[in-house]
């Protein structure tokens, strides 16, 4: 309880945050799209200048109040902005706002002079590439922002499976310890009086129950099944590529006792399971498992809808057994762990823990590439 309260606190803590950084992202962009708004308004309004039947009595006025806008504008938000790629488009959007000024005098001073042709070429070229320099930079700074909020999203996502992994992980090795604990026999009975059996002698000893031969040797599994799912909990967060995994895939199946693993990856939309690695089976069997729809009646969907370990009970002269454990991340359910067991192995605790176990390493793996799968398939739809 102490490793998942842990857990699941840090999850909400770093939730609220991202939360924060979301809505500031948020006014951020509101902001950013009001002062590009306003450099288009100081465009057209300075070009109002030389248009035929318009008066500059009333828009020189009207630029110098929206220049004063953009300007007080990109200073908030350059004191907002947080990633060092915003701030630096924002200075320049603040040097093409001090040469628009520079520009605006020029061509008022034409049209006192009465030269109106150079005073509309001052306009529509300088003018207007000083003020589209200001809007590019500002909205190069909003893309800026959304950039560096998209990244630490996925740094605390990370960091979040990588809490709830080692709590799920504490979690398993001690309900494995007392899956294996030893169990404390009552007090035997130390003899019986001779008088309440019709004899004159002393009391009648009675013999005592020996202890549980299996004690020893349970404690002994407990410890080399531990010391073994331990390393393998260490090996999981050094994995580096598939052929990492295998050999972990099968140092697992074999610590489970089980004849086969399959990895399943859906993905938290609910896309259908794909066997993506295994061990224990041939390339032939793998290429003719089909994929598995969430709605499926079988184990593996039932784990991938309901996010709970399955257990398929084998059959005397029938199907053997098997454990389904769901992979799961912060946003959800992105796969399966499937196991064949052996010898009634689906009915011990230590081995449905260490499937927990191993599901919880697997979901922190693939949970990434199970967001991606599902991004690129919904961008590829719409």
Known sequence: MIALGGAA???LRTQQQFTELSTALRLFDQHARETSDAVAELRASQQAYVAAGQGVAFWMPKVATTAMTVR??????????TSGPALAALMESEAAMAEFDAVDKRAREYLQSGEQLMAADVIFTEGGETAAAAARNVERARQAEHEAIDAREAVVHSEQAAALTLAASVTGLFVMALAFAPIRSAEPVSGVSGASLGLSSGPVPVERPQPQAQTES???????????AGELCTDFGRIRDLSD???LLARAAKTMDATGVVVWLGSTSGADLQPVVSHGYSPAVIARMPAVPRSADNAAA??????ALQIVLSRPGGSPGALVAPLLS?????????AETRNGGEGSQAVQSLAVIFAAHLAGVFSTAANDAAETKALAQG
């Open 9 to 11: 606190a840090y999850v």
């Open 72 to 81: 007080n504008g990109i200073v908030a938000l350059r004191q907002s902005a």
């Open 218 to 228: 349970s404690a002994r599994a407990l410890a080399s099944m531990m010391r073994t």
């Open 245 to 247: 995994l295998k050999d």
């Open 302 to 307: 039932a784990a991938y809808r309901t996010g």
């Open 330 to 338: 912060p946003e959800g359910c992105v796969g399966a762990f499937s």
